[in-house]
C-alpha cells in the first residue's frame, strides 16, 4: 500500500493496517506466542529493532509508545509549547536507544496490558487525526512545527506504516517457528 497522501487514505490505511494487525495476533498459535522471536540466523535482518522485541508484547508495547510520542508532541505544539517529535536527549540518529527504553519500561507489562495500552492510544491518535482537515494533515507549511514534513506524515509514521512494520515482523516470527 502507498503511503497515504490525503485524510481518507490516512484513516482508511490506519484502519486497514490495524485490523489486519488484529486479526494476525488472534490467529496466533499458543507455540507462535511463547516462542521468544530470534531472528539471528537470517543475515537480511541486519537493523537493530530485529534483536530487540523478544515477543509480541515488546512490539505491542513499541506501537503504544510511538503513539504516546504523536500525543504528546501534538498536545504541546497545537498549544504553543514547540517541541521536536522525539523528546530530549534523542535525535533521528539516536531514536534507537529510545526505543531500547521503551522496551525496557515494558518489561514488566503483561502482553494483555499491551492490548489495551495499544487500544486506548490507537482510537486517541485515530480520533486526533479526524479533527484535522485535509489540507492541515497533508498541505505543505501548514504548522511550523512539522519543518519540511506534513502533519499527516507523522501520522501515518506512528500508525499505517507503524502497523505494517509490525506485522512484518509478527509473519517473519510465525515463519520462524514453522521451520523449528
Same mark, same amino acid.
Given at each position: ?14 484502519? &486497514? ?50 503513539? &504516546? ?112
Amino acid at each position: 500500500m502507498a503511503r497515504p497522501t490525503t485524510k481518507g487514505e490516512l484513516i482508511a490505511a490506519s484502519a &486497514q493496517n490495524y485490523t489486519k494487525l488484529k486479526a494476525h495476533i488472534v490467529s496466533m498459535t499458543e507455540r507462535e506466542l511463547d516462542t521468544p522471536f530470534d531472528f539471528s540466523s537470517d543475515t537480511k535482518k541486519t537493523e537493530a529493532y530485529w534483536g530487540r522485541d523478544k515477543n509480541l508484547r515488546d512490539v505491542l508495547a513499541h506501537l503504544y509508545e510511538w503513539h &504516546q510520542l504523536l500525543l504528546v508532541w501534538m498536545a504541546a505544539n497545537t498549544a504553543g509549547d514547540r517541541k521536536p517529535f522525539l523528546p530530549e536527549p534523542y535525535t533521528w540518529r539516536t531514536y534507537g536507544e529510545m526505543n531500547v527504553g521503551f522496551w525496557e519500561k515494558h518489561q514488566v507489562t503483561s502482553l494483555e496490558e499491551a492490548e489495551e495500552l495499544l487500544e486506548g492510544s490507537h482510537s486517541a491518535v485515530m480520533e486526533l487525526a479526524e479533527g484535522f482537515s485535509d489540507e492541515e494533515l497533508f498541505g505543505r507549511g501548514c504548522f511550523d512545527w512539522t519543518g519540511t514534513t506534513t502533519l499527516g506524515s507523522y501520522f501515518a509514521s506512528a500508525t499505517s506504516s507503524h502497523y505494517d512494520w509490525a506485522l512484518r515482523k509478527l509473519r517473519a516470527h510465525r515463519r520462524n517457528c514453522r521451520v523449528r
